[in-house]
Each structure stands twice: as C-alpha cells, then as structure tokens.
C-alpha cells in the first residue's frame, strides 16, 4: 500500500516549485541515473531541468527525504495515469495528499505532459527584485505575469507592489478570464529579453559544476542542449560551457598531458575512442605514443571493423574520466594549458 506523504513533509515541501522539486530529485538519484533519464526527455524540459540545479546551493536530509516520498508517490500515480487509470491516481493522490495538495500535483503533472511553461524563469528570481521590474507595467501585464507563477512567489511579489497597484493587479487577477496563448508568449518573451540581466546575476551559486558533469555524460545531445540554453541566457551557457570536459578539449591538451592520459587507459578503448577521428586527431593522440605503445595501438586500431556510436562515446567518456581525475588531482593543470 502507497505510503501517505506525512504532515512534517508536506510543510517543507510547501511553496517549493515543481521544477526545484524535480532539480532536487535529480541530484538525489546522482549523475549516472540522471543522465539516463535526460536521454529521454526533450531538450527544453532537460534545459529547464539543469537550469534549476544550478540554482540548487544544498540540500538537506529533512528535504532530501520529503522529495523521495513525494516522488515515490507521483511514479506511482504517473504510471497509473499512462495506463489509463487517472481516477485510481487521482484516488490516490487525495488519500496521501489531501484533495487541494493533490489537485494542484495533478495540475503540475499535467503541466509537465505540455510544453515548456510561460514564465517559467521567474521561479528563479528574487520576488522583491521582480516587483521592482514589473511595477511600472500595466495591472493588466502584471496581473497575467502573477497569473502564470507558482501561487507562493506570485503573492509575495504582490506584497512588494504599492498598495493602489496592488488593489488593481488583484482585481485584474480575479477576474481574469482567457488570455490568448500569443499573448501570453509574447509577454513572456518581452520581460524575458527584460529581465535578462536579473537572470544572468543569479547564475553563481555553485551548481554549475553540477550541470557540466551531468552534460559531459549525455554526449552529442549536450551541444544542443548548450545552444539553446545559450540563446535563453549566454552568460549562463558559457559558465557551463567553462565548466565542462569535452574530448574535443582532451585532444587539445598539451602533449605532455595526452600522453599521461593515455598512460592510463587501456589500449583497445583508445582505438575504439578513436575510431572516427579524422587524421590530425589520431596524429595528435599517436604523437603522445612510444613507439612500442604506437604500434600496439595501431594494430587494435586496423583490426576494428563496424563499431557502434554508442561504444565511441562509451570508449570516449572512458578516456575523460581518467583526464577528469588527472585534473582533479593536480596532475594536469587546465588553466596553464589554455594560457
């Protein structure tokens, strides 16, 4: 029988947006599973994903087990929901939660299904800051701008408005009826381009590295990932950028270095690393050889015949672990190489 979510968890979680929760979840289950889970979700969603584990400084157990039992419960109403049993779900839901906790989780989960939510980068920014952006806006802005946040923030960028402004923006928000998706788009995209500096200045709070680790492992995938987080926040995009180890950057190293990584890898995972090189790569690795180490390479290298994409980036990511903890231990300084 599904645990209920007991009282104490409920009151941390409280407030906490559902993006921070599913951040959260993400660096409790570790880089490996996590990376798995990025394979299969669309860019946008493992932007806005890494996006809000940057904002993560730390997280402690209380929290920590609140988020595990509250996923434990949304797996398992999500799977009733995709085979079809959205009732039982929802029965569930209302005997852990409570009817209004589980109507607003089945609310985010449906949130979730949909595209990338409008607004959704407000979530990140302080409430005085954002009232301090948007107070000069129309009730009408305003009103469809709170409309559009998790209920906890909206409310406390309210209380920092003057209290004429106030009076107008909660009328507005009372009766608000539908607002036109274009709208809605274009509003957000207009205090986005806004607020683009406010996003940048929040970048710095150590999870950075986090996201660089965790887009090292995804692969190809990562670049794109990159890109388009680069056209939401450049400043944001380049700090990861900064903080990630590609084997394009292993290849790039000084000599010297290569040939300390190579030393420690095994052979067969170096040709198979190598196998789609072009020529002035596979010089630069075969340059970092002995002779003898050459010629062992080489004779692994012309025996492999089809070798899959998948056992290149595996070989690959095998080559930059052993980098990785060559540059974590001193061995290999990164910064007087790039000088």
């Known amino acids: ?3 209920l979510l007991e009282e104490e968890h ?16 993400c660096i409790l289950l570790g880089e490996g599973p996590t990376v798995k889970i990025f394979q299969h979700l669309p860019k946008h969603y493992v932007e806005d994903i890494s996006t809000a584990i940057t ?29 079809g049993g959205y009732e039982y779900a929802k029965e569930i839901l209302y005997k852990s939660l409570g009817k209004g906790e589980a109507d607003d989780v089945l609310s985010r989960l449906s949130k979730i ?7 959704s980068y407000l979530d990140a920014i302080n409430p005085k800051q954002l009232a301090d952006f948007i107070k000069d806006e129309s009730p009408q802005t305003i009103a469809v701008i709170l409309a559009h946040m998790e209920a906890p923030g909206a409310a406390e960028v309210l209380m920092q408005l003057d209290e004429d402004v106030k009076v107008k923006v909660t009328m507005q928000m009372a009766t608000i009826k539908d607002v036109s998706p274009d709208v809605v788009r274009t509003v957000s995209l207009i205090l ?21 680790d965790m887009l090292n492992r995804v692969g190809p995938k990562s670049q794109d990932i990159l890109k388009n987080i680069n056209g939401v926040d450049t400043l944001l995009a380049t700090k990861i950028k900064e903080n990630m180890f590609v084997f394009e950057d292993l290849l790039n190293l000084d000599n010297d270095y290569v040939m300390k990584i190579l030393q420690n890898c095994e052979t067969p995972d170096v040709a198979v690393a190598m196998k789609n090189a072009t020529s002035e790569d596979l010089e630069k690795v075969t340059s970092a ?13 012309e025996m492999l015949t089809k070798v899959k994409i998948k056992d290149i980036e595996a070989a690959q990511r095998k080559m930059l672990d052993v980098a990785q903890k060559l540059i974590e231990e001193g061995v290999i300084d990164r910064e007087m190489d790039e000088q």
Do not use: C, W
């Open 1 to 3: 029988m599904l645990d």
């Open 10 to 25: 409920k009151e941390i979680l409280k407030g906490m947006p559902m993006i921070e929760r599913v951040a959260t979840f």
């Open 55 to 83: 904002q993560i400084k730390s997280i402690d157990k209380e929290t920590s087990l609140a988020i595990l039992n509250e996923f434990h419960i949304l797996i398992k109403s999500s799977g009733y929901i995709s085979s």
């Open 113 to 119: 299904k949909l595209a990338s939510q409008a607004f």
């Open 192 to 212: 986005e381009k806004k607020l683009e500096s406010l996003l940048s200045s929040i970048v710095d709070v150590g999870g950075v590295k986090v996201v660089a």
């Open 289 to 301: 050889m002995s002779q003898r180490a050459r010629d062992r390479f080489m004779e692994e290298f």
